[in-house]
């Protein structure tokens, strides 16, 4: 007991630094991408303590694997032919890439789809190790639209905005194609479907204690929704400028962290408030 006390312990602190760096994030504006290689660190810490606790390194590993190799895929196939994403290319802001596609990116992919699934889970009230009949493919289906709705809310802030990619063919969503996020849904759900089978095939039905702490769910949905303190701090501190896109759209920096932060509710806020009702109801946690 005083081990998973511990844990738990170690696991808020850990959820409440990246609630902090999301503020100081928010904060830097434009200057947002410097940020980013902290909140992965402290995305990778808390996955690998959080869970591999409840899976397992292997499992884990196979998670983050399957993010980055189906991420750099789809992403790779896009940047060459438009598809499924549209045409873009990623500028330098992001660092190092690997057939055009920053390597920082594609390890997002890896190690955020662990928040996703977790939440995902929870929204659909399976808090177990195992998935059973038509939650084999509902889970990673909720999975890809969790994942997808980050996109919804920080795309235009990234790509309009901080221009960290640029689009061939911009999309009247402040810039950004419709097809992005068919996009995203593709990746993600086969993200996810490759995981619930290998979860499927293994058919573990042990959990570990601490897994059915309501707490520990509580932590995952905090990491889920921290991200959107970005927005509002944004919206209240950054000042207004005036940008152009390669399409020759023009945009008030202002009018898209507003817009954002109404979107960020809607897809952020609500499904980590729906996530948190669920658990706090369970009887099947303590």
Do not use: C
Request: hydrophobic residues 55%; proline residues 3%; without cysteine.
């Amino acid at each position: 007991m005083k081990s998973e006390k511990k844990l738990l312990n170690l696991l808020s602190i850990i959820v409440i630094t990246y609630l902090i760096a999301n503020v100081i994030v928010g904060f830097g504006g434009t200057k947002a991408g410097i940020v980013i290689p902290f909140l992965l660190i402290s995305f990778i810490i808390f996955i690998f303590t959080h869970g591999t606790v409840r899976y397992g390194i292997k499992n884990i590993l196979i998670l983050i694997g399957t993010g980055m190799a189906v991420s750099l895929f789809y992403e790779g196939m896009s940047i060459a032919t438009g598809f499924p994403y549209s045409s873009y290319y990623y500028t330098e802001i992001l660092g190092p890439q690997l057939f055009g596609f920053p390597i920082i990116v594609m390890m997002g992919y890896g190690v955020g789809a662990y928040i996703f699934w977790t939440l995902a889970k929870a929204v659909s009230g399976n808090f177990n190790n195992t998935l059973k009949g038509a939650n084999i493919v509902l889970v990673p289906i909720i999975a890809a639209a969790l994942f997808t709705s980050w996109d919804y809310a920080l795309d235009p802030v990234m790509a309009t905005i901080n221009k960290a990619y640029i689009w061939d063919d911009s999309g009247a969503y402040f810039g950004v194609p419709f097809a992005n996020f068919m996009g995203w849904y593709l990746a993600a759900y086969t993200i996810f479907q490759i995981f619930a089978l290998v979860i499927y095939w293994q058919k573990k039905t042990e959990v570990p204690a601490i897994a059915k702490k309501k707490l520990y769910w509580y932590q995952s949905i905090v990491m889920y929704a921290s991200i959107f303190i970005q927005l509002p701090v944004l919206m209240m501190f950054e000042e207004n400028r005036e940008i152009t896109i390669a399409s020759g759209q023009l945009f008030q920096t202002n009018e898209i962290y507003q817009s954002m932060t109404l979107i960020g509710i809607a897809t952020i806020i609500v499904p980590a408030i729906i996530a948190f009702a669920i658990v706090y109801n369970s009887n099947e946690l303590e």
